[in-house]
């Protein structure tokens, strides 16, 4: 499965439903970017973004989690290819 | 087959003294639902974040019978605690809590859908250097989601028990109990390499944490990361602050790595993420890629941003229209039960002040609100099934929105949906908040709530409203829908006025983990409104009837000379007095000196309102129900032959409920919380001003438009 970074970074929120990326940079408030690393979605994170345009929900390590657009936009990601489908 | 090294060792029944557990992990990963199946108690269990806000104390019993005690902690995924409710974990980890002793071994327990997240927080409890025994909770869910994860492989890399366990099915309760039992439970092998950048770093702030803030070296070592991670040392220092000299080695390695362009804090993270990262990759295998899960689907639907809120309207909608039709016949047994029992003590006793005071005061009064315990069960069920499969942080996410544009995220809305039942556990969930000026304005908004204690006063005032029995339940429902409505409408208003003039700030940023949907546990939404109905029963054979025996006595007394009218009697009396008193205050709102005397009763609880009314217009006690007690209002007459209970005054009184703040317990909650009463009375006042004013608008604006 190829998992390369296939564009430059974007953020979150411009992400589209059923996307995948990884985050390369935090760029809210200290307090913000702590959290968002303790709860998996730090830098090197793989996450997939679901749905949502203003609220947002992504995957991340097999735990959903609901981001405001405001937060997600705060969360660079570099786009890459989806891991593919493994047969039963 | 050998049982494992942590089942077969002494056990703790060698040792005197009872061992003391923490339970600690992420939010909403099974700790409550083991801490009762450990315990045998029957602590709230919800399938959302922020469920225990408080530490809750309960003795567990080993293999060998010896009582163990063990304390469920508020979940959290760092030691570094952002909010009131994660610093009580912090706190009691750390041995900073003068009401509790920093516990002898901690029970980490993580959810095995995601175990690298959930090590993070065991990661930072190793570093603490003592016991700890880790529980791999909802393997069957693991399983189904294609992991396969190596216990046997983790607890040698960790070198403590690790114990796979699936709480809500009582299963691995027996080798976890046979692990606590334990006398001599092994310290980790924690091997994790503090970047070399940082290590100096750590190395002296722990060295001045020992000497200038004597802490135990190990614990030295855990607070000295915690201070790097997270740099508002204040928040990690807790109550207690640092030293002088501590407070400078931290603030000097800062400026220097700050003018090197070190992100200290992330790195820490980062490294330790790497050292988790490479744990997980030896005990976790992805066995089968699995395909959008059930929750995947329901979330399609549920989170839509259209069909969301079908979804949300649609459960509110059944919510009530449920509280009008399932709960008639209940309701009927209690008020033949009632009646039935008012009618003996009257048939078996002779006539006098004793025998008013039991059937019109006691009987009368409770009964009045007894009546609406179907109801209230009802809703408790229905927000018990919300808590339960996991729609609650599915509702917080669709008002996110809503709440942001008012200056609030969706976090504070799991608060406000609380608050439906009851502003009391609404309020301590707030706990959950991050920004203590976000958490003070939903503690603020939240009683604004319609909670189901308003629940009676809506019913009796909505069957004076539209009386008869061909009235469409929709437009009761209707009617009932809308005051929810506008109390909700009313603390977003205010939320978003607090948040631009007293307390300013800007929106907070919205980061919440969604669990998965989970069948609801029927037996814990059923013990759930079990113990509500007792909460609500007890306040009917307390409060209530002390209240209701009360005001009979200030309604019968002093006495009215012989012969006088029911009417001259009550209008003489002390209560008539008092609510003569208020009457001019009320008279503008179209509120006479009787409904005076209900709204200051109410003040204790505002389902006192109904059994008021029950005492002062005497309605016949024979068989006190809603319809009797509404054909005693509706005809009710102001002195000048008026109708006292016009359509336009049944609801402005609902409106008045709607807005006016009449619990002291939320008062006396909300002190509490705020330690203090500025906030409690600024509180007070503002609702009941609110009350008031919207009140005035309604009523004059009614009559003059002819109403």
């Known amino acids: 499965m190829n998992r390369e970074p296939t564009t430059a970074p974007t953020p979150l929120c411009q992400l589209h439903a059923g996307a995948a990326g990884r985050v390369c940079g935090l760029t809210g408030d200290t307090h913000f970017c702590q959290r968002v690393r303790e709860m998996g979605l730090g830098e090197s994170a793989c996450v997939t973004k679901i749905s949502g345009t203003t609220t947002i929900i992504c995957q991340v390590s097999g735990t959903r989690i609901a981001l405001s657009h405001a937060a997600a936009s705060h969360i660079l990601v570099e786009k890459i290819t989806p891991p593919a489908p493994v047969a039963g | ?707």
């Open chain 2, 1 to 707: 087959m050998a049982l494992p090294a942590h089942i077969t060792a002494t056990a703790a029944g060698a040792t005197s003294r009872q061992p003391v557990y923490a339970l600690v992990g992420n939010p909403n990963c099974g700790k409550s639902t083991l801490f009762n199946a450990l315990t045998g108690l029957k602590q709230k269990i919800g399938n959302y974040p922020g469920v225990t806000v408080e530490k809750k104390v309960g003795t567990a019993y080993s293999q060998h019978g010896q009582p163990i005690t063990v304390i469920d902690l508020p979940g959290t995924y760092s030691l570094a605690a952002r909010s009131p409710d994660e610093a009580v974990t912090r706190d009691v980890l750390l041995g900073r809590r003068a009401d509790t002793a920093q516990p002898d071994r901690i029970l980490c327990i993580v959810d095995a859908t995601n175990l690298e997240r959930n090590l993070y927080l065991v990661h930072q409890i190793l570093d603490l250097g003592r016991p700890v025994i880790l529980v791999l909770n909802m393997m069957d869910l693991a399983a189904r989601s294609g992991l396969e994860i190596n216990v046997d492989q983790l607890e040698k890399l960790l070198g403590i028990p690790v114990i796979a366990c699936e709480a809500i099915h009582q299963r691995g309760l027996i080798e976890l109990k046979l692990a606590m039992s334990r006398a001599d439970l092994p310290l980790a092998r924690h091997a994790w390499t503090v970047p070399a950048a940082i290590a100096p770093a750590v190395s002296e702030i722990a060295a001045a944490l020992v000497e200038g803030d004597r802490k135990s070296p190990l614990v030295a070592r855990a607070e000295a990361l915690l201070l790097l991670t997270d740099q508002d040392s204040v928040r990690v220092a807790g109550s207690t602050p640092l030293s002088p000299r501590t407070t400078e080695i931290l603030r000097a390695w800062q400026s220097r790595w700050t003018q090197e362009g070190t992100d200290w804090a992330g790195t820490l993270v980062s490294s330790r993420y790497d050292a988790i990262g490479a744990l997980a990759a030896e005990v976790v295998q992805l066995r089968t890629e699995v395909g959008p899960s059930t929750s995947d689907k329901i979330d399609a639907i549920v989170t839509h941003a259209l069909w969301g809120w079908v979804v949300l309207g649609a459960v509110m909608t059944l919510l009530f229209f449920s509280i009008f039709t399932l709960a008639e016949s209940p309701m009927n047994w209690i008020d033949g039960h009632v009646a039935a029992l008012s009618d003996t003590i009257k048939s078996a006793m002779p006539p006098g002040d004793l025998r008013d005071l039991i059937t019109d005061g006691a009987i009368g009064g409770v009964g009045g609100v007894l009546i609406f315990l179907p109801q209230i069960l009802i809703l408790f069920f229905f927000i018990g099934l919300l808590e339960s499969t996991g729609y609650m942080a599915r509702a917080a996410f669709i008002m996110d929105r809503l709440m942001s544009r008012v200056g609030l995220n969706g976090k504070s809305f799991i608060p406000m949906l609380s608050s439906y039942a009851c502003a009391i556990p609404g309020i301590m969930a707030t706990r959950t908040i991050e920004d203590p000026k976000d958490r003070l304005v939903t503690i603020l908004v939240a009683p604004l709530m319609s909670c189901s204690a308003r629940l009676p006063v809506y019913l009796l005032m909505i069957a004076a409203l539209v009386p008869g029995e061909r009235v469409p339940v929709f437009t009761k429902v209707g009617i009932m829908l809308f005051m929810y409505a506008l109390g909700t409408a009313g603390a977003f208003f205010f939320a978003w006025l607090f948040k631009r003039t007293l307390l300013k700030g800007e929106p907070p940023l919205m980061i919440m983990e969604l669990p998965p949907y989970r069948l609801p546990g029927f037996k814990d939404v059923a013990l759930h409104m079990l113990e509500r109905a007792w909460i609500f029963v007890r306040r009917a054979g307390t409060v209530i009837l002390g209240i209701s025996i009360i005001l009979w006595f200030l309604s019968a007394y002093p006495k009215a000379p012989e012969g006088s009218t029911p009417t001259a009697q009550l209008a003489q009396s002390f209560a008539g007095r008092a609510g003569h008193a208020i009457e001019p205050l009320i008279k503008p709102i179209g509120f006479d000196w009787q409904i005076g005397i209900g709204l200051i009763s109410s003040f204790a609880a505002r389902e006192v309102f109904v059994s008021t009314m029950g005492v002062v217009f005497n309605a016949e006690s024979a068989d006190e129900n809603t319809a009797p007690l509404r054909t005693a209002l509706l005809s009710a007459k102001w002195p000048d032959g008026r109708t006292l209970f016009t359509p336009l005054v049944c609801f402005t009184l609902m409106i008045f409920y709607v807005f006016a703040m009449q619990c002291m317990s939320t008062i006396a909650v909300v002190k509490r919380e705020t330690n203090g009463w500025k906030w409690p009375i600024f509180q007070t006042l503002y609702m009941t001003g609110t009350a008031w004013i919207l009140s005035f608008m309604v009523y004059q604006g009614g009559r003059a438009l002819g109403f």
